[in-house]
């Protein structure tokens, strides 16, 4: 169950990189959100050593920073020689105070604005990821007022959507992002940015979804995009340098899980591109991928009190925590299951079968269902694993609570890398609205 760095140590308490949980709760209150920045190094290495068994090809792997984004773990993607994935002004804005290379930054997104895309060229972002007709247009007009060009990918829907261990073959996609394959839409953007003074075309993206435990719908989104690409080399000598096939793989969040090894992924990947490349007489482009929940998900663990609980005979225990839905939203809006462990009693038997609560003011705020815990009180802490990706990032203020801390962890030290948010926060973009203001 235990991950990365994670042991117990002679006292019973679970130790991430090194570091005692009980004494970061001390230390930095909870709920806590912890990262072990030698699982984050080694996730990385693993995309590094798996494509260097290709030593002919060009490759490379940003870090899709949705799935937490902050100063430090942009500056840690750049260590590790990862290029950066951004969805928003924001995250951009947190890319570059980071210190993060523009040029080794991708920037998505289905609904970019036009500040955001001047943006994006005012710092020369290095690829941006042109999704709709729309942002084509937009582009044209910036980079021709600029009298400067950018270098794009278009983002096409393969007409195959993975989940998990099923993939969906979508003959008329239903997708807000990209341009499909099918429909014709693809081939049209193809031409009109052929034909642009400013845009410079690179290639093509695709992404066919999250959490992803095998190989095969990988394979057919390549398969799918070099029928198209054979085509266009034909009636538009079209030549894709840059072939970006997205993130989407996953990860032990609890049993029911099985992903395969990185290196699975990635050699399905190349030689199904190196196949395809082959069979239609075409140089093998530059394969680009974008992992974020690979990258930081097994890394992350969040610390809680627990606080109240409560037994109703024959039903069940709740046993609650001091967070909940707000700094992870993930069982209540995708019924995601995790796992968790006493962190001060964590080499006692588990002898209870609790339902693990959250504090917010909704019946639907159950972080765990049936958790599987030694005998617990309250004061103990529970760390819940794997909350490292779209953990933080998708926190809120619901009942207004202050966003916890986050600290990394390595080599037995800890540091503190976003605050823990005060009640001051949470009202600092209040206006009052009586005459006489409160505050
Ligand atoms: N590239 C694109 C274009 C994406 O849309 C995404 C994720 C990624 C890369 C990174 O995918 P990953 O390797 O992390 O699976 N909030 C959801 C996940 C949403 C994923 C959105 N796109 C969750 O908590 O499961």
């Not at 991928?289 to 890394?299: K, N």
């Not at 953990?391 to 976003?418: C, D, Q, T, W």
């Not at 949470?426 to 505050?439: N, V, W």
Request: charged share 20%; hydrophobic share 35%.
């Amino acid at each position: 169950m235990l991950r990365g760095t994670q042991r117990v140590n002679e006292k019973g308490h679970l130790t991430i990189g090194g570091v005692d949980t009980v004494d970061l709760v001390k230390q930095y209150g909870s709920p806590l959100y912890v990262y072990d920045v030698q699982h984050i190094r080694d996730q990385a290495k693993a995309f590094q050593s798996a494509f260097s068994k290709y030593p002919s090809l060009t490759w490379h792997a940003a870090y899709a920073s949705k799935a937490f984004s902050s100063i430090a773990m942009v500056q840690l993607a750049n260590d590790l020689g990862l290029s950066l994935d951004v969805v928003s002004g924001g995250e951009l804005f947190t890319a570059m105070k980071a210190g993060f290379p523009a040029k080794s930054i991708q920037f998505h997104g289905n609904n970019k604005t036009i500040d955001e895309l001047d943006y994006a060229l005012n710092v020369n972002i290095g690829t941006i990821i042109v999704d709709n007709f729309y942002e084509i247009e937009c582009l044209e007009y910036l980079c021709k007022e600029r009298q400067k060009p950018v270098n794009i990918l278009l983002r096409i829907t393969p007409g195959v959507e993975a989940h998990t261990h099923d993939y969906i073959m979508t003959g008329q996609e239903d997708s807000k992002f990209g341009f499909s394959l099918v429909n014709g839409a693809a081939e049209e953007a193809v031409k009109q940015v052929m034909n642009s003074t400013y845009l410079q075309f690179r290639g093509l993206h695709c992404h066919i979804g999250s959490q992803i435990f095998d190989t095969e719908g990988f394979k057919l989104a390549i398969n799918n995009i070099y029928k198209y690409l054979s085509k266009w080399k034909k009636e538009l000598d079209f030549s894709c340098e840059v072939l970006n096939v997205g993130g989407g793989f996953g990860i032990k969040y609890n049993n029911d899980d099985q992903p395969l090894p990185i290196s699975t992924y990635i050699d399905a990947i190349v030689t199904t591109v190196m196949a395809e490349s082959d069979a239609h007489q075409m140089p093998i482009p530059e394969i680009w991928i974008e992992p974020g929940r690979v990258i930081v998900g097994e890394a992350g663990t969040t610390l809680y009190k627990l606080g109240s609980s409560k037994t109703i005979p024959g039903i069940r225990k709740y046993v609650s925590v001091d967070g909940g839905m707000a700094d992870n939203l993930r069982p209540a809006l995708y019924q995601a299951k995790y796992e968790a462990v006493l962190a001060n009693k964590a080499s006692a038997k588990d002898t209870e079968v609790v339902t693990i609560a959250g504090k917010c003011c909704e019946s639907g705020d159950i972080l765990i269902h049936d958790a599987k815990i030694p005998k617990s009180e309250s004061g103990d802490i529970l760390a819940v694993l794997c909350t490292g990706a779209y953990g933080y990032s998708m926190a809120n203020h619901y009942n207004r609570l202050p966003k916890p801390a986050v600290v990394f962890v390595e080599n037995g030290e800890s540091k503190l890398v976003i605050q823990r948010e005060t009640y001051e926060d949470l009202i600092r973009f209040d206006c009052s609205y009586s005459q006489e203001p409160t505050h």
